[in-house]
């Protein structure tokens, strides 16, 4: 390899360690990179549909990643309690719920993003949050928002997990 850095058999030297290591991250052979043949995965994608509604899945799986999409707290009936505690609860409820159905467990929940609408209610959030992940909670984003799509809902949380 050129040991002069603006000659292209440095620059091609350069891609090529560049490429071994990202091929060492992704458990890629240096041969597999070399030849230029990719390595194949054996994804395949399920979609679990919301009921009504063709343009939102409820949760959708990638081999044994399932992305699921966000939930509040409603009821049967998509009656939303006006209490945040109440509403908080229930939310964390019906996510337990959809990564139930969707073949996972609270266990494998891998992150989870909660959008509040106000920050002073982080804090009890945080408490009805750790009641359903008591020990080794998963990744988690908590972000305010001004207002979320559905009426009168304070808090909405979605998650990605493990099959």
């Known amino acids: 390899m050129s040991t002069n850095p603006s000659s292209r058999r440095f620059f091609l030297g350069r ?6 290591a990202v091929g060492a ?3 890629v052979g240096h041969q597999s990179l070399a030849q230029n043949k990719p390595r194949r995965r054996g994804g395949r994608r399920k979609s679990f549909a919301m009921p009504g509604n063709k343009l939102i899945s409820r949760a959708v799986q ?11 707290g ?7 309690d006006p209490d945040f505690e ?3 609860m229930r939310t964390m409820l019906n996510l337990k719920q959809s990564v139930e159905r ?3 467990a609270l266990p494998k929940v891998l992150k989870c993003t909660c959008y509040l609408t106000r920050s002073r209610d982080a804090a009890k959030f ?13 990744a988690r984003t908590m972000v305010v928002v001004k207002e979320l799509i559905a009426a009168g809902a304070m808090v909405q949380v979605d998650c990605v997990c493990h099959a």
């Open 15 to 20: 891609i090529g360690m560049a490429c071994a």
């Open 25 to 27: 991250v992704l458990g």
């Open 62 to 72: 990638f081999d044994r990643t399932i992305y699921l999409s966000g939930v509040v």
């Open 74 to 80: 409603g009821d049967a009936n998509d009656r939303i």
């Open 86 to 88: 109440l509403q908080a």
């Open 102 to 104: 969707s073949g996972s």
């Open 126 to 138: 945080n408490e009805v949050y750790a009641k359903f992940f008591p020990e080794a909670p998963p």
